[in-house]
């Protein structure tokens, strides 16, 4: 007997499909990987790559030599994680006397050679009490690996780990298998199974509530996650009252009370609807992995500091943010002021695990304040024979030492630099080094509300509107911030209604591996993106950041899906919602007819 679980609870057993799109870089697909062993120097280059420090194993034994990662190549979202063509492309190079390999994958092999997203058929029981609580709940989450394993436990296993957070309920049993299929195997990509997770979890709250009569919005603020809940593994807390915060935010921008009675009168073939989806997501990985950052600075002789950390730049912004840290720790007044290190050298830049796990702004954020202390305590220490003033009685703002009691500014610090660089009698090139390993986590709160037009006889969804609100604690870099957001919306418009591998079902091959007939989202599919933060500043991190480079993926497809059901009454379990999957459902429903 399940406690609290009577007669009178509703139960619905639905199963929700997420598919498997590529995980697709535009520009890197096309893997150009030039390696270079100079035997001399004992370096071997390959592009830039988001996880130096991780991939150093894997190019040590296929080379037997040092490495240096460098160059722009561009971005990743996912798919670099695992080391595919690097090794191999090392090892060639070692065979030709060291001259420069290229391993040249045209458009169509990278969609069944490189990874694609899990696939998730999620089986969800839920029982409902009438006054639209969960009484109990039971999810199975069925992984499509493909051929081979990459990130497949991991994965599935996040997927399966956010139902019992974000709806907690007294009474829940999770389940979670990879199956090995012959299909591309899947990876890393954008969200690491949360968007799959969202999408069912999010379309069954949906289902639950239209169920009981209760809108969906209200339904969402009666079980959602509350404020001070304590996850019992990762021992994540929901310090502030986000998921409702950032929802009154979207409710208010969607206008979503008269816009849902508006829609309400719809009848005729065209209809309005407005759906709404929450998400929530861990920043980094402990506890279930290493969690551990490196930095160094220098003061150099102009006044400005040069920085260098293992944590790497693939096109997000991630060497400003850590500029801007880092001017902000030792008083430069200037993020311009601070030069910051981009080529990850692994013979010599200090140790950085890389770009994932929307970890690098909050993991990074504690070795630099922990390094800018260090450095600015040195710097305060050689003035104090300068100034003639104690440690304690001095700070540097703006790029200038002062004494605190009166804010007098002593000296500047390319006084001081270029004073320590040539003293005769105390000489001392100033710098700082220091690692911080990471015990903490933090949640991520946000959601979507999406405004739809479907037009039933043409099984077409337009998107009108469509709004994320994320708190992903106090904003480093509002632009950055910003254009990450208007990314993942983008991503999960084509998540919820095109992007799919289409596959011949006799040979096995892939019928749509070309940019022609796999349906990247265009700037024909969006509307305006509108991207709003709630900032709640995180008390585990120094900055008060936690994770957003993955989240804005994750509740854009519930969100529509919900907005079509919304619209239409037709409830669809499969993503993408593409015409031939409306026809058939709006033809099982009565919606259309022959």
Request: glycine share 8%; with cysteine; net charge negative.
């Amino acid at each position: 007997a399940i406690p609290g679980l009577s007669l009178g609870c509703l139960l619905f057993n639905l199963t929700y499909s997420a598919t498997l799109p590529l995980d697709f870089v535009v520009g890197t697909l096309a893997t150009l990987l030039a390696a270079i062993a100079m035997w001399l120097t004992r370096n071997v280059k390959v592009g830039k790559l988001p996880l130096p420090g991780l991939l150093m194993p894997a190019l040590t034994n296929a080379v037997l030599v040092g490495w240096e990662l460098t160059v722009y190549i561009g971005g990743g979202f996912g798919n670099k994680q695992d080391a595919l063509y690097e090794p191999l492309c090392a090892w060639c190079c070692t065979q030709v006397g060291g001259r420069c390999v290229k391993l040249d994958c045209s458009r169509e092999e990278t969609f069944v050679s490189n990874r694609v997203r899990h696939a998730i058929r999620t089986h969800i029981i839920s029982w409902v009490r009438p006054d639209g609580t969960f009484a109990a709940r039971k999810i199975e989450c069925f992984s499509n690996q493909g051929a081979y394993a990459s990130h497949g436990h991991s994965i599935v296993a996040k997927a399966m780990g956010s139902f019992p957070q974000h709806y907690p309920c007294d009474n829940m049993e999770c389940d979670a298998w990879t199956v090995f299929t012959n299909r591309p195997a899947a990876g890393a990509m954008r969200g690491y199974g949360m968007p799959q997770a969202s999408f069912a979890d999010e379309s069954n709250v949906d289902d639950c509530a239209k169920a009981v009569g209760m809108d969906p919005l209200a339904f969402r603020m009666q079980n959602i996650m509350p404020q001070g809940y304590e996850d019992g593994f990762s021992h994540n807390v929901n310090y502030d009252d986000s998921f409702r915060q950032c929802l009154e935010a979207g409710k208010k921008y969607i206008d979503y009370d008269r816009k849902l009675a508006e829609f309400a009168k719809d009848t005729g073939p065209v209809r309005r609807g407005i759906g709404v989806a929450t998400f929530w997501y861990n920043t980094a990985v402990y506890p279930i992995s290493l969690e551990t950052s490196s930095n160094r600075m220098q003061l150099n002789l102009d006044g400005t500091v040069t920085m260098q950390c293992g944590e790497t730049e693939i096109g997000q912004g991630a060497d400003t943010v850590y500029a801007q840290m880092a001017a902000d720790v030792v008083g430069l007044g200037d993020y311009r002021r601070v030069h910051v290190v981009s080529c990850q050298d692994t013979d010599i830049t200090p140790t950085g695990l890389g770009a994932y796990a929307s970890r690098q702004t909050y993991v990074a954020g504690f070795s630099i304040r922990q390094t800018g202390l260090l450095l600015k305590e040195k710097i305060l220490q050689y003035a104090t024979d300068l100034t003639r003033q104690a440690v304690y009685n001095m700070d540097i703002v703006d790029g200038n030492i002062i004494r605190s009691t009166d804010g007098k500014a002593l000296m500047s610090l390319k006084e001081l630099a270029m004073t320590a660089q040539y003293n005769a009698a105390d000489s001392e090139h100033i710098t700082a080094e220091s690692t911080y390993q990471i015990k903490n986590n933090a949640y991520s709160f946000g959601c979507t509300f999406a405004e739809v037009e479907v037009d039933i006889p043409m099984c077409k969804v337009t998107l009108k509107d469509i709004i994320n609100v994320h708190d992903c604690g106090s904003l480093i870099n509002p632009q950055l911030a910003e254009a990450q957001v208007h990314g993942g919306m983008s991503m999960g418009i084509g998540y919820a209604l095109s992007e799919q591998i289409l596959w011949d079902e006799k040979t096995g091959k892939p019928l749509n591996n070309n940019l022609l007939d796999y349906k990247l989202s265009t700037i024909m599919d969006h509307p305006h993106l509108e991207a709003q933060f709630v900032e709640n500043a995180e008390p585990t991190n120094p900055y008060g950041t936690k994770a957003l480079g993955e989240p804005p993926a994750c509740s854009g497809a519930p969100a529509i899906r919900n907005a079509i059901l919304n619209a239409t009454g037709v409830a669809i379990d499969q993503d993408p919602i593409t015409p031939h999957v409306l026809f058939r459902r709006f033809t099982e429903e009565g919606l259309i007819r022959d």
